[in-house]
């Protein structure tokens, strides 16, 4: 082959995504050294590739710019079953100083392997980087460590799919792809199975779990703020926002419904404020996962947006949603629907009532799929709270509590790989309907801790748990224990959670329902 005359006048050029060109190599007669353009070149396409890079990509919510969804399947190769997430594998040889050098190649050859070599460094930097930092196994997956946290369990710490199933037992779904996720009962704490249950990951929204079960006890629900422009600083760019605007007055109420139903980070940030800011409330949410024992969360933002370092696990999302559904009003907000928020207040222009003031509402729903429902998935029978989120790095996440039969399961999954359109929640779904069938036919393999300081308890008649058979007990177990799905939340009639008594982390059978306000009737 005839090595074709690479011109003398002109340097040679080469294009990459952006349309601007830059020098890649030199003249055949020049003497000087490629390697300075070719650095040159490298830092040219880092920065344009940096550049076009979406500032509103760590999205909070699935669907809320029209760019995410595209960017995050497009850019993603086919997943396989069980969890591991692919990723774009580069090719190519490595060059390493001193032994691997230009010297001897001849110039048409120097800038054939330069145009190579910044074609193959555009392929890597515009692949999709890892949430976790993980290492890969051979497909380019992202892999589990091969030991995590032993919290509740030897069983737990192990990486892949952790069950024991007894005779008569039915077969886990076939078609999970996420990468962590938990069953456990929510009364007793056993684990029936789980898969890479403490392997530490990027929450998401499900965060405010965390944060509401940190926070929710410190503010009355009636108390009245009026936002200062500063409450509002810092919120991530492409963040989901319920509406909040400045110099108008918000019930913690109000605020409460706005971090539950639309995970408004902009709700979030308010009550941070009110909670003398966002380091002092970071602070306390890291204690609060401490004290939970709750090891293998690190919070950095209290919304869940993502933040470099900022991780939980499938494991300690249970945690959180087990404690927070001990308070009244957390079980209320993560089961209602819909509600009505404050919107601005608004001169009137005409009628007998022009000149005066007017504060008008509008319809909030809840992103919860499982409890309101959408074109796709049905709202999910028993179904009563808890929370999703979604941001780019950590995919969509979902911790979700339902009843039946007297039965009640937690349900966590963690960044599903199917692709499909609600995954997250079709997954969580066909855990809960194995979980309610294996019950009784698996044998734990871990359980969901108690708190520091707290001995543990479980079941009926639990010591501290205010013995059985009040009316209201009663009641309660007479109700339909079948539940209609979204607005029901049998789970929060049946009782069932934890409670802290005297010292001892006990079950509480049966607790009062926190009323129907807001909520609707779900339609099977």
């Not at 950095?300 to 300690?316: E, F, H, L, N």
């Not at 963690?414 to 309610?436: Q, R």
């Not at 708190?451 to 639990?462: L, M, R, S, W, Y």
């Not at 058979?469 to 029901?488: F, I, L």
Request: with cysteine; hydrophobic share 35%.
């Amino acid at each position: 082959m005839v090595p074709t005359t690479v011109p003398k006048t002109k340097e040679t050029t080469a294009s990459v995504r952006c349309t601007q060109k830059y020098p890649v190599g030199l003249s055949a007669s020049s003497k000087a050294s490629p390697l300075p353009s070719f650095h040159r070149f490298l830092t040219k396409v880092i920065q344009m590739n940096q550049l076009h890079t979406p500032k509103a990509s760590r999205n909070q919510e699935t669907g809320r710019l029209s760019f995410i969804r595209s960017v995050s399947r497009a850019s993603l190769p086919h997943r396989r079953r069980g969890g591991d997430e692919g990723t774009q594998r580069t090719s190519g040889a490595t060059c390493t100083a001193p032994p691997c050098t230009f010297s001897s190649v001849p110039a048409v050859k120097k800038t054939a392997m330069l145009v190579a070599s910044a074609a193959l460094l555009t392929m890597s930097t515009a692949a999709p980087a890892l949430a976790d930092g993980k290492p890969k196994d051979d497909d380019g997956h992202p892999k589990p460590p091969a030991k995590m946290s032993t919290v509740g369990g030897a069983q737990l710490g192990e990486a892949g799919t952790q069950v024991k199933l007894k005779p008569g037992a039915p077969v886990l779904p076939k078609d999970l792809t996420g990468r962590s996720w938990i069953v456990s009962d929510a009364e007793t704490g056993e684990v029936m199975a789980s898969h890479n249950a403490h392997w530490r990951l990027p929450p998401a929204s499900t965060l405010k779990m965390l944060f509401a079960d940190t926070v929710l006890p410190k503010f009355p629900k009636s108390q009245k703020h009026k936002v200062a422009p500063s409450d509002l600083e810092g919120i991530g760019a492409g963040s989901s926002l319920v509406g909040i605007k400045e110099n108008e007055t918000y019930s913690v109420h109000d605020l409460w419904l706005g971090v539950f139903l639309k995970s408004g980070n902009d709700a979030v940030h308010v009550l941070s404020a009110m909670n003398e800011g966002v380091p002092k409330t970071v602070e306390d949410m890291q204690k609060h996962a401490e004290e939970l024992q709750a090891l293998d969360t690190h919070v950095v933002s209290p919304d869940g947006y993502d933040a470099k370092g900022q991780v939980s696990s499938a494991y300690d999302l249970s945690l959180f949603a087990r404690s927070g559904l001990q308070k009244k009003d957390f079980r209320e907000y993560c089961a209602t629907a819909t509600a009505q928020f404050p919107g601005q207040i608004k001169k009137i222009e005409k009628g007998k009532d022009k000149g005066k003031t007017k504060r008008g509402t509008f319809e909030i729903q809840n992103t919860n799929r499982l409890l309101t429902g959408a074109p796709g998935i049905s709202a999910y029978k028993g179904i009563a709270g808890v929370k999703n989120g979604y941001t780019s790095n950590a995919g969509n996440t979902f911790t979700g509590v339902a009843e039946r039969n007297g039965k009640v399961l937690l349900v966590t999954v963690m960044n599903p790989s199917s692709g499909e359109a609600h995954a997250v929640y079709k997954e969580t779904a066909g855990l809960f309907d194995w979980g309610f069938k294996a019950a009784g036919k698996v044998d734990p393999v871990g359980r969901l801790v108690a708190p520091k300081g707290a001995t543990g308890g479980a079941g009926k008649g639990a010591p501290g748990s205010g013995g059985e058979g009040t009316d209201a007990e009663k009641a309660a177990h007479s109700s339909d224990s079948g539940g209609s799905g979204m607005g029901t939340a049998l789970a929060i009639t049946g009782g069932v959670l934890v409670v802290l008594a005297g010292g001892a982390f006990v079950i509480r059978r049966r607790l009062p329902l926190p009323g129907q306000s807001g909520r609707r009737t779900s339609q099977d």
